[in-house]
């Protein structure tokens, strides 16, 4: 399954052309749907749910929210569904992310809160899934069909979700989708330097012992979506972990035998997240740090330099090293990253 692995890691930068045509299209329409649901409920808060990728791609979009003044939050849908849907009331804009629109946990909440008068949009990469009755606005993530692991539906739904967000704000216009233009551009220029790059880092995973993925802000979805690809196509246990928690504690596992991975793109922690990655470092652990930042040297920390792109779409750029790294690493290992054993593309159960 080696190359389709591959052929979906290079596809996302069409993929993503996609998306932005799509939306750039109907971008009047869209922020006049807007307009009229804001009209009608007035919601006061944004909370994005959904499992897994879904789930881990709404963060850049909810941070971005809460930076331009709306409130917001991510929460699991199991969790949302069984514990905290008081949460939930008529001033809530509720945006579910499910890839297949058939993820059982949100189906369930759907199910739970129908007697509910509040605002529901779905993010869907099937538009014409079951559940699409019972919101106000289906947006389609517009990533076509996928055979391995969340490859570029994730790509897709992160940038979906930012054009919510944008929607949301007011701000959907001319200038993102220049923006998102340009990033997937950079994206399709630096696919071959990384997978080459990517080589001798994967080498070096197959000897370690335990991986931990580092960040904070925006990237903390790549660290979080890195860590669950690993552990589906690789079967290789790996935890993704704030920057500030993993000083809190954890930092004790670092040495011979750890392997992290630290994003660090350009902004008000980069040099924290520098200092943590060239400490442990010295501790013995092998550090492999991912930014966009030219400008200051990381003397002894193996780097992965990306393209710099406006801060929300960071993600994009950063799980692509990590998907080459995984394709390397089964490379390396003739390893079958295809399909799964325990579970399917679509999770059906709780």
């Known amino acids: 399954m080696f190359s389709s692995l591959l052929e979906e890691i290079y596809s996302q930068p069409t993929a993503l052309n996609t998306l932005i045509d799509h939306t750039l299209s109907s971008c009047k329409e869209l922020n006049q749907n807007v307009t009229k649901s804001y009209n009608r409920k007035k919601f006061n808060k944004v909370i994005f749910t959904g499992m897994g990728s879904s789930l881990f791609a709404s963060r850049s979009a909810s941070i971005y929210l809460i930076n331009n003044g709306i409130h917001s939050c991510c929460i699991d849908t199991s ?3 069984h514990y905290t849907s008081n949460i939930l009331d008529e001033k809530t804009l ?5 890839q297949s629109g058939r993820t059982i946990e949100i189906v369930k909440l759907l199910e739970s809160i129908k007697k509910l008068d509040l605002e529901k949009w779905l993010v869907t990469n099937d538009e014409n899934c079951e559940i699409t009755n019972q919101v106000s606005m289906v947006y389609n993530t517009h990533a076509g069909n996928e055979k391995n692991t969340s490859i570029k539906t994730y790509t897709n739904t992160v940038l979906s979700l930012i054009f919510c967000a944008y929607l949301i704000s007011g701000k959907l216009g001319e200038n993102i989708f220049k923006d998102c233009f340009e990033a997937s551009e950079l994206i399709n220029g630096s696919l071959d330097s990384l997978k080459k790059k990517t080589i001798d880092i994967a080498r070096d995973l197959v000897g370690s012992d335990f991986l931990s993925l580092i960040a904070r ?10 860590s669950l690809i ?25 040495g011979e035998g750890h392997f992290a991975i630290v994003f660090a793109p350009s902004g008000n922690t980069y040099d924290i997240n520098k200092n943590l990655a060239a400490e442990m470092k010295n501790y013995g652990s092998n550090v492999v740090f991912i930014t966009d930042n030219t400008d200051k040297p990381t003397k002894n920390l193996n ?7 406006k801060k929300e779409l960071t993600p994009l750029t950063e799980i692509i090293p990590i998907e080459f790294i995984i394709y390397n690493y089964a490379a390396i290992k003739d390893f079958n990253t295809g399909g799964f054993s325990r579970i399917s593309k679509v999770t059906i159960s709780e």
């Not at 509720?94 to 499910?98: A, E, G, H, Q």
């Not at 802000?217 to 890195?226: K, V």
């Not at 690993?230 to 670092?254: C, D, N, V």
């Not at 780097?303 to 792109?309: C, D, G, M, Y």
């Open 79 to 81: 969790e949302l569904l």
């Open 94 to 98: 509720l945006i579910l992310v499910s």
């Open 217 to 226: 802000g925006p990237s903390l979805s790549t660290a979080n979506q890195g």
């Open 230 to 254: 690993i552990k589906e196509t690789l079967r290789k246990y790996s935890e993704s972990m704030s920057s500030g928690q993993f000083r809190h504690g954890p930092l004790e596992i670092a």
């Open 303 to 309: 780097t992965i330099i990306l393209p710099k792109v």
